[in-house]
T-cell receptor, first 111, second 116 residues
Framework: QKEVEQNSGPLSVPEGAIASLNCTYS??????FFWYRQYSGKSPELIMS????GDKEDGRFTAQLNKASQYVSLLIRDSQPSDSATYLC???????????FGAGTILRVKS | SAVISQKPSRDICQRGTSLTIQCQVD?????MFWYRQQPGQSLTLIAT?????????ESGFVIDKFPISRPNLTFSTLTVSNMSPEDSSIYLC?????????????FGPGTRLTVL
């Protein structure tokens, strides 16, 4: 079964620190990867997508992809209490026509 | 990104009844999907709603339990049939846009279903 694995956390970081969230995937054929943020009681919202090996930066967020190691990560710089949420990692499968989600990592940013 | 709405936003239903959830998008999209998120869990894909043909169901989900319609490129419904308390979940519609956005899926606000 094709899977996406995440540490469920919670991951606690102080305000202003860097939060590092990690994800591994089992399907070597996956070509697209996504990070979604989900606040309690809300639906997932897209933070970033990444398709190529290396880093992709968008504001305070940096996604990193290593296809050889089947590893995706999300760095959040200058973490804010408003970043406290569950972060879902997803991998595109079946030519990108299906997303498989990890269980999510709970992030808590303490002020 | 597309604007996605779902109706109802929440409902409380009795065991044995059925509920139809609607998903409306403000622009034409190639693909629409239905997910379930059980309490404290991540998202599980129920099916891909195909325009003009039967939905494609994932392992563990069947058409008799979760019939899906997609009459056009902007609208889909999911019915949860013969409900039991185990069906209490959030049901989410997502869409994959026509072009220029790769494999990205955007989610609707969800329908919170409680079955008594």
């Amino acid at each position: 079964q094709k899977e996406v694995e995440q540490n469920s956390g919670p991951l606690s970081v102080p305000e202003g620190a860097i939060a590092s969230l990690n994800c591994t995937y089992s399907d070597r054929g996956s070509q697209s990867f996504f990070w979604y943020r989900q606040y309690s009681g809300k639906s997932p919202e897209l933070i970033m997508s990444i398709y190529s090996n290396g880093d992709k930066e968008d504001g305070r967020f940096t996604a990193q992809l290593n296809k050889a190691s089947q590893y995706v990560s999300l760095l959040i710089r200058d973490s804010q209490p408003s970043d406290s949420a569950t972060y879902l990692c997803a991998a595109g499968m079946e030519y990108g026509n299906k997303l498989v989600f990890g269980a999510g990592t709970i992030l808590r940013v303490k002020s | 990104s597309a604007v996605i709405s779902q109706k109802p936003s929440r409902d409380i239903c009795q065991r044995g009844t059925s509920l139809t959830i609607q998903c409306q998008v403000d622009s034409q999209v190639t693909m629409m999907f239905w997910y379930r998120q059980q309490p404290g869990q991540s998202l599980t894909l129920i099916a891909t709603a195909n325009q003009g043909s039967e939905a494609t169901y994932e392992s563990g989900f069947v058409i008799d339990k979760f019939p899906i319609s997609r009459p056009n490129l902007t609208f889909s419904t999911l019915t949860v049939s013969n409900m039991s308390p185990e069906d209490s979940s959030i049901y989410l519609c997502s869409v994959k846009a026509l072009a220029g956005d790769g494999d990205t899926q955007y989610f609707g606000p969800g329908t919170r279903l409680t079955v008594l």
